[in-house]
């Protein structure tokens, strides 16, 4: 849950997202129950020269490979449906939970980039199609 404000300007950012670019964020829900317990998917902002795969689970639900799966099928389409990839992931040195995703991922540790906000991130660059087979 975020504030009113926050919550509009999220909505907003993906609908351009897929407007603009063809591409953007999935809302993420339990099979079983369709619940919904985060988002993944593209982001792509005016800055970066490409997109970017990244992963949120609400913090109560974290642990249970919501990540992992739903970051993996955003992969999988972006690179099906898109023609995108091979993705890159920026994740902050303290995230390690998102560390562990990317590296189940199949990502590597491409090195420092300065991030939006915040501290600086890690690069990550997830497999092509060809070196997950």
Known sequence: ????E???EGI???AGQWTLRGYGP???SDRGTGEPVGRTGLYHT???DEPELGW???PALRGRGYATEAARAARD???S???LGPLCSLIAEAHLASIRVAERLGAHREGPQAGDQGPPVTRWRHPTPEARA
């Open 77 to 79: 389409w972006a690179s």
């Open 56 to 58: 949120v689970i609400y």
């Open 81 to 83: 449906a898109r023609n």
């Open 1 to 4: 849950p975020a504030p009113r």
């Open 46 to 48: 005016l800055w970066r």
């Open 12 to 14: 907003a950012i993906g």
């Open 26 to 28: 999935f809302w993420v």
């Open 6 to 8: 926050d919550a509009w």
